[in-house]
């Protein structure tokens, strides 16, 4: 079946170093992917999402690319701050059907100033 | 507040109670989506219903669970003679049909003593 394979955690960086979450997906078809933030104490947030193969998605100084060729979707910020220290997960939305989301394992971010 | 809530955000029951969770979606938000979350994993799908009708299950949902949607607005989970493997979070989402983001709530956090 479908999966999502994330860069296992936690990170840990210093305030304005530069961030990659890596995330790798199998999927059978052609899938939407997203990025969903949770800070915490909160529920799970939309970051950022693509829906077709060399789409970039972006939001709040976050990027990622859908590569189809490596099956990828890396999360990227040039400059993190302490307010994005979080969990990351990465998700596909299987097309058709329910469109349910499957999600990677998620990875601890903490930002130090 | 027009996101998505849940009730209760946490409950502690005994092993072999049962448990009833509700989830109120955003208004004329016809799909809705359960699912669990245990820790260190990300979301795992549960079931979904379009309108009042339950359209997929995952195998994850034994015979002791069962959801309902009776009007197509609020929906409810319940586990029947809890077991400690029971414990996590529970999330609930929503989405207008066939477009746009799965919104989800805070989660209710089951505990099983």
């Known amino acids: 079946g479908n999966s999502v394979t994330q860069m296992e955690g936690p990170v840990t960086l210093s305030e304005e170093a530069f961030l990659t979450i890596n995330c790798t997906y199998t999927a059978t078809g052609y899938p939407s992917l997203f990025w969903y933030v949770q800070y915490p104490g909160e529920g799970l947030q939309l970051l950022l999402k693509a829906t077709k193969a060399d789409d970039k998605g972006s939001n709040k100084g976050f990027e990622a690319t859908y590569r189809k060729e490596t099956t990828s979707f890396h999360l990227e910020k040039g400059s993190v701050q302490v307010s994005d220290s979080a969990v990351y997960f990465c998700?596909?939305?299987?097309?058709?059907?329910?469109?349910?989301?499957?999600f990677g394992k998620g990875t601890k971010l903490t930002v130090n100033p | 507040d027009t996101g998505v809530s849940q009730d209760p955000r946490h409950k502690i029951t005994k092993r072999g109670q049962n448990v009833t969770f509700r989830c109120d979606p955003i208004s004329e938000h016809n799909r809705l989506y359960w699912y669990r979350q245990t820790l260190g994993q990300g979301p795992e799908f549960l079931t979904y219903?379009?309108?009042?009708?339950?359209?997929?299950k995952s195998r994850l949902l034994s015979d002791r669970f069962s959801a309902e949607r009776p009007k197509g607005s609020f929906s409810t989970l319940e586990i029947q003679r809890t077991e400690q493997g029971d414990s996590a979070m529970y999330l609930c989402?929503?989405?207008?049909?066939?477009?746009?983001?799965?919104?989800f709530g805070p989660g209710t956090r089951l505990t099983v003593l």
């Open positions: 998700a596909l939305s299987e097309e058709g059907g329910s469109e349910k989301l499957v």
């Open positions: 989402a929503s989405r207008r049909q066939a477009f746009g983001e799965q919104f």
């Open positions: 219903f379009q309108n009042e009708a339950q359209l997929e």
